[in-house]
């Protein structure tokens, strides 16, 4: 039997953000902020418990953005400068933040959800993280002039939240990588590279690949899903 579960990401109530944005502005600040989130978080895990999931997730409700809700815990990071990039090979165009150094970790990134989240459902936890070669397709980077360079300097850093996820009784941690859709040639070259050793020394993982965030659909022949050889434990590939 196939254990069943969501891809991850979950709408956001309107009395925590705004709604059908990309990235959607917080309705509350502070305290009253980190409840709305919990309140959020707790909603869509009995929803999913209702609905007889057997891995349940929290629905990313603490996080603005897949990517920048990591970033925001990164060393490195420019925020207050952000430059206009193209997106998943120029199909759409965002102000992103820029890379300016060194990166590293300023400590833990989502401890305070995934501990939250456990406190909360006996069902297995799944929680999300984006995949290196997505968050290089989502950051400018001017200052380690290489993406293969800056998506394992980003793996490393993914391996080490992931691990400490690990501890904090998540069961399942899925890298989301829409980026493998659009950039074939730089997944055989560097990507899965990237994302291997991301999920090393996990127990379990799962890699996702959303089909949806290709820029034409149906894909051509050249973005068509094709079985990627990683080492995850499950593979699934989303498309609506």
Not at 63 to 76: I, N, S
Not at 89 to 108: F, I, W
Not at 111 to 124: N, P
Request: charged share 25%; aromatic share 8%; proline share 5%.
């Amino acid at each position: 039997m196939f254990p069943t579960t969501v891809a991850g990401s979950l709408p956001k109530p309107g009395w925590l953000a705004e709604t059908d944005k990309l990235w959607p502005a917080w309705k509350q600040q502070g305290e009253a902020l980190a409840e709305a989130k919990r309140d959020a978080t707790v909603l869509w895990l009995k929803e999913q418990e209702q609905a007889g999931l057997d891995i349940v997730t929290d629905g990313e409700q603490s996080r603005q953005h897949f990517v920048h809700g990591f970033l925001a815990a990164v060393e490195g990071i420019d925020f207050e400068h952000k430059v206009k990039m193209g997106i998943r090979d120029n199909r759409y165009e965002a102000m992103v933040p820029q890379v300016t150094g060194p990166l590293r970790l300023k400590g833990r990134v989502h401890a305070s959800e995934a501990r939250i989240a456990r406190a909360y459902t006996t069902k297995k936890l799944e929680f999300t993280l984006p995949g290196p070669m997505t968050i290089v397709d989502t950051v400018a980077d001017a200052h380690y002039g290489s993406r293969a360079k800056l998506a394992m300097a980003f793996a490393e850093l993914l391996n080490q939240e992931a691990r400490a996820l690990q501890a904090d009784g998540v069961d399942v941690i899925q890298f989301d990588e829409p980026a493998f859709n659009v950039f074939m040639d730089d997944v055989k070259a560097w990507g899965i590279a990237a994302l291997h050793r991301a999920i090393e020394g996990l127990s379990c993982t799962k890699a996702r690949t959303c089909w949806s965030a290709s820029s034409t659909w149906p894909p051509t022949r050249s973005r068509r899903p094709r079985k990627s050889p990683t080492r995850s434990d499950a593979r699934c590939a989303t498309c609506r």
